[in-house]
């Protein structure tokens, strides 16, 4: 029967070095905790205490009175109990998922084709292209906005000038933003239209690192273009588009500026509200800090679970 030996250095962790020296004690890492110092007060000043200030909001009847002095009142869990009883907010949260579904789903899309397209393309195209997606990147959500609200302006609008042109049939007069329908396009597409020129940057930057070797002997080996994108390329960049595929969801299901602009220009408000414009309207508009709160936090642990899951795959990605 075999006898499996342990070493004795392995067994003893105190066990003087080769050249009967004590171990060295490992030092406390002051240095990167020094280093990090100021990053974690100004997060804990600027985002950890308005977030408790939210949290204990949401759980007081907090309206104007409290704005201009009177001392809030706690109340539990009722502000939390209107909102989830609420229809309106149950409306808002829905539409709030629909357009994020559809913006995410064509800003991942087209990015990643432009991305593609890049690869293609000679250097003085390519350099187009990017400046091109640089400046609608540059472009403020609320200037774009004004800029596509005069693009489908109901008397002066190029669309309806040019739909009338194609179609033969006067669209003059046709105003884009009384549908609620026609209003969330409209809206996709702007928000769409700024989203992507970071999907594009940031698939080309991981099309860029896609070995050509790999690519040449597919070829050889007889495969197309799909193929190679879909067996090759894709697993390649796997990790960046889970990346920004995750970033799309939280940004654009907490879109606000296009919506509110585009109400400004002509929308129903009570039609075509958002999760970030109906937290503005209840907390600002309505004075319901109270109500506000309690939705901020909710639309918190929506986010919650999906930016868990970012930072989770930020993490395997490094240690990979």
């Given at each position: ?142 200037t774009a906005t004004i800029v ?113 602009a585009l109400q400004s220009i ?22 319901d800090l109270g109500a506000g ?28």
């Amino acid at each position: 029967m075999s006898t499996i030996s342990i070493p004795e250095v392995a067994s003893s962790p105190a066990a003087p070095s080769d050249h009967g020296s004590p171990p060295k004690r490992r030092k406390f890492p002051w240095t990167p905790l020094a280093l990090l110092a100021p990053a974690l007060i100004m997060l804990a000043v600027f985002i950890g205490w308005p977030l408790v200030q939210l949290v204990i909001m949401s759980f007081q009847k907090f309206g104007r009175a409290q704005i201009f002095g009177a001392p809030p009142e706690f109340i539990g869990l009722q502000n939390y109990a209107e909102v989830l009883t609420d229809p309106e907010f149950w409306g808002v949260l829905g539409r709030s998922i629909a357009l994020c579904v559809v913006s995410v789903v064509a800003t991942m899309l087209l990015g990643v084709a432009i991305a593609v397209l890049m690869t293609k393309l000679g250097a003085v195209m390519r350099t187009a292209v990017s400046v091109s997606l640089l400046l609608a990147w540059a472009m403020p959500a609320l200037t774009a906005t004004i800029v596509w609200g005069w693009i489908f302006d109901t008397q002066y609008g190029l669309v309806n000038w040019a739909l009338t042109q194609l179609t033969g049939e006067n669209w003059m007069g046709h105003s884009w933003l009384i549908d609620p329908v026609s209003f969330f396009a409209v809206a996709a597409i702007i928000i769409t239209w700024g989203a992507i020129p970071f999907v594009a940057f940031s698939t080309y930057a991981g099309l860029t690192q896609v070995p050509d070797e790999v690519l040449e002997a597919s070829s050889l080996d007889g495969a197309g273009g799909l193929a190679r994108f879909r067996l090759i390329v894709l697993p390649y960049i796997r990790s960046i588009l889970l990346v920004v595929l995750v970033l799309q969801v939280i940004w654009d299901l907490r879109v606000f500026a296009q919506i509110y602009a585009l109400q400004s220009i002509g929308g129903v408000r009570a039609e075509t509200n958002t999760i970030g414009v109906y937290i503005y309207s209840v907390s600002m508009a309505s004075g319901d800090l109270g109500a506000g709160g309690a939705i901020s936090v909710i639309l918190v642990a929506i986010l919650l679970p999906i930016s868990a899951y970012w930072i989770r795959s930020m993490l395997k990605q490094e240690e990979s």
